[in-house]
């Protein structure tokens, strides 16, 4: 090989290995079983173009059904799974892209790329259904757009920051809060955009949000169609997996929008009180620290002084876009997954490692070499620690439970559960057949007269956690299928 084209080679490597690393890691180690609570439904509802708990999430909805069929490999939620993963692995190439943009040599930024890939939080993440991997692959590609704007002053990439910002809205409403970073960005910009490209750009993002318009209209299709066997039950406002929430009407498009069941809009104002900042700065420190080590946020916090030195403007930007999430994350109490708010501000971490020592910094090569050396070890150890993630056990996640329920409830049935079984469920009901005729209802209240109504024109079965439950007035307990697991037939 003749050296320039050697040269082209390693050029073309790193960015390469940025995506083609993290992806293949992600697949391998991907399920190929039905989750649980949000995994499960998230598995699922993609391939039967369903409607999703809120906000919805109509742009995973859309692109899962695209993939799941036309990726017509393995089980449906392997499918997903690998979904995330191929997005996940979207956003450590944006990472590197962005750690290149501001200055970073091309090995650092790969393993710097690599070790975010790697870490605990992100690869728990990228390996199973999940509707932010798509919407923070949305928004980093957003940043590196908007930052290649600052930069070069070219208005394809304002315009294409917006529209991705829109897009990533579409996709989970937590991208709401990069928002607030490219509006600081547009203010602070040495050139400021036209007022028409301004414009256009909102025009292109809340095209993006429009998307959202997938909710009535499909839920009006569900219910013409007859295609959710929920309908007949009262008290039930759209079965999960094919309507949840009922969105063609505006009293259901408004829950299915805002979250007002779980109080979501409050939380969210709650989430601008300035003193919170410090909280959430805190939490960056905390999360920083869990995922890469001690040492480690040392060189990330030195990384923010050395680009604000290089380049305040688009230090400022970049922080702001990737950390505002915080402030809702560390506000919402019904989450018990609070890393998946936090995926953008791990990421950040890339693009900080690389600002320590830029590429054209007339920096000791000793230091050069030091900080490769500290970056590979953090990504070998980090893919070391994760090595559980290749070992999956058979019949795993939600895949026991389809499995006694279907040896045990006949068909045709309504199973009545909490949402932590009930997705899983349903993906054996609605997805894959196993649990042909039997209908899933989620509830996390036992609402015993109103099952009662049910049962005298259905085979109605409540599950429920033994240890949670004394008993059922009015339920016959029917069968143990584990310890926590306790099936009882409602009688009318």
């Known amino acids: 090989m003749n050296r320039p084209r050697l040269a082209a080679t390693l050029r073309v490597l790193p960015p390469f290995a940025a995506f083609a690393v993290p992806a293949a890691a992600y697949i391998a180690s991907a399920s190929v079983e039905p989750g649980s609570w949000d995994t499960a439904e998230l598995q699922g509802v993609p391939y039967m173009l369903g409607i999703a708990h809120p906000t919805g999430f109509p742009l995973y909805t859309l692109v899962g059904y695209v993939w799941s069929h036309l990726v ?16 996940i692995a979207i956003t450590a190439l944006a990472a590197y892209a962005v750690a290149r943009e501001i200055g970073a040599g091309r090995w650092v930024a790969l393993l710097a790329t690599l070790w975010f890939a790697f870490t605990q939080d992100v690869w728990a993440h990228a390996a199973r259904a999940e509707a932010q991997d798509i919407a923070v692959a949305c928004e980093a590609i957003a940043i590196y757009a908007f930052l290649r704007w ?12 917006f529209t991705l910002c829109g897009l990533a809205m579409a996709a989970h409403p937590n991208a709401l809060w990069l928002l607030p970073g490219l509006l600081i960005g547009t203010l602070v910009a040495a050139r400021k955009p036209s007022l028409r490209l301004a414009g256009l750009s909102a025009a292109l993002m809340l095209g993006g949000l429009a998307l959202y318009l997938y909710l009535p209209l499909r839920s009006a299709y569900v219910v013409a169609h007859g295609l959710d066997p929920t309908v007949g039950l009262q008290g039930v406002n759209g079965g999960i997996f094919w309507n949840y929430n009922d969105p063609r009407t505006l009293h259901g498009l408004g829950l299915e929008l805002t979250g007002s069941q779980f109080h979501t809009p409050g939380y969210f104002a709650q989430a601008f009180n300035p003193l919170r900042i410090g909280d959430a700065l805190w939490a960056f420190v905390t999360d920083t620290q ?5 040492f480690a946020t040392f060189v990330v916090l030195a990384g923010v002084a050395a680009a604000w030195r290089r380049n305040w403007r688009t230090t400022l930007v970049l922080c702001v876009s990737c950390t505002a999430a915080l402030l809702f994350s560390i506000v919402y109490p019904n989450e018990s997954d609070v ?39 953090g990504a070998g150890t980090a893919f070391a620690n994760q090595r559980a993630f290749f070992h999956r056990v058979p019949g795993e996640g939600g895949r026991w439970v ?46 015993l007269a109103l099952y009662r109504r049910w049962a005298v024109r259905h085979r109605v079965f409540v599950l429920v956690n033994p240890h949670d439950v004394t008993g059922l007035a009015g339920a016959r307990d029917y069968a143990k299928l584990d310890d926590y697991h306790e099936l009882y037939r409602i009688m009318p």
């Open 72 to 87: 017509a490999i393995g089980s449906i939620a392997f499918r997903m799974n690998a979904m995330s993963g191929v997005a």
């Open 150 to 161: 600052m930069r070069s002053g070219e208005a394809r990439w304002f315009a294409g920051a």
């Open 290 to 294: 869990a995922q890469y080590g001690t």
């Open 339 to 377: 890393g998946r708010y936090r995926l953008l501000a791990s990421w950040l971490a890339v693009p900080l490692f690389g600002a320590v020592l830029p590429e054209e910094a007339a920096a000791v090569p000793l230091l050069r070499i030091a900080l490769v050396l500290f970056l590979a070890i």
């Open 402 to 447: 389809i499995d006694a329920v279907r040896l045990t409830v006949p068909a045709p049935s309504v199973v009545v559960t909490p949402w932590l079984d009930a997705t899983s469920l349903a993906y054996g009901a609605y997805v894959d057949g196993s649990l042909r005729g039997i209908t899933i209802v989620s509830d996390n209240e036992l609402r």
